[in-house]
């Protein structure tokens, strides 16, 4: 079984600075993918960044990139200089690669709060 | 292109009734997922539809139902409604199982 483990409860970051959000994962299949989503308190669930398990580069989009350790199983996120519209819940997930199996499993979310 | 729609946004239903929503996929997705969200419970996957036939299924009781049609478009109906049942449901489309796109979300809540 996939899990994902996210244990910030909520992150301060000043504006303008970097700040690391944490991520675990367990699986046995050797491919999956890791995702990292924004949800503001509208709901919304955005997509920000993607890492597939034979990537050998860590994925970078913009001021956000993935911190990928596989033997660690570890997918952070990055994101460089905060912005005021950055504070939101940010969710660590992961999928399968089988066609026959296509869902995400997520982790419990961490709260950012970028401080002025 | 158009993103993924999700329809109602809010939804009031008193216990006991029965509600439907509905999920348009982008263009040329054939995969939708349907996903709960509560405070307590997090992220809980509720089942992935592709070309009209469920693929997968999540841990929730037999009120918990779902259809695609033929032009990918899912609904996903929730019978006999409980005060737990009040909660954020997101649907995400994905072409091919590396990209999940998802709605807005509709926000149920049972009285």
């Known amino acids: 079984a996939q899990k994902i483990t996210q244990t910030q409860p909520g992150m301060f970051v000043q504006e303008k600075e970097a700040v690391t959000l944490d991520c675990t994962y367990d699986t046995s299949d050797q491919s999956y993918g890791l995702f990292w989503y924004k949800q503001p308190s509208s709901g919304e669930m955005i997509f920000l960044i993607y890492q597939g398990s034979y990537d050998e580069q860590n994925a970078t989009e913009g001021r956000y990139s993935l911190n990928f350790q596989k033997a660690r199983k570890s997918a952070n996120l990055v994101i460089s200089a905060s912005q005021l519209g950055d504070s939101a819940m940010y969710f660590c997930?992961?999928?399968?690669?089988?066609?026959?199996?296509?869902?995400?499993?997520f982790g419990k979310g961490i709260t950012l709060s970028v401080r002025p | 292109k158009a993103g993924v729609t999700q329809t109602p946004r809010y939804l009031i239903k008193t216990r006991g009734q029965q509600v439907t929503l509905s999920c348009s996929p982008i263009?040329?997705?054939?995969?939708v997922s349907w996903y709960q969200q509560t405070p307590g419970q997090g992220l809980q996957f509720l089942f992935e539809y592709f070309s009209e036939t469920q693929r997968n299924k999540g841990n929730f009781p037999g009120r918990f139902s779902g259809r695609q049609f033929s032009n990918s478009r899912s609904e996903m109906n929730v019978s006999t409604l409980e005060l737990g049942d009040s909660a954020l449901y997101l649907c995400?489309?994905?072409?091919?199982?590396?990209?999940?796109?998802f709605g807005s979300g509709t926000r149920l809540t049972v009285v």
């Open positions: 995400a489309s994905s072409f091919n199982g590396e990209g999940y796109t």
């Open positions: 263009s040329g997705h054939r995969s």
């Open positions: 997930a992961m999928s399968f690669y089988t066609g026959a199996n296509s869902k995400l499993t």
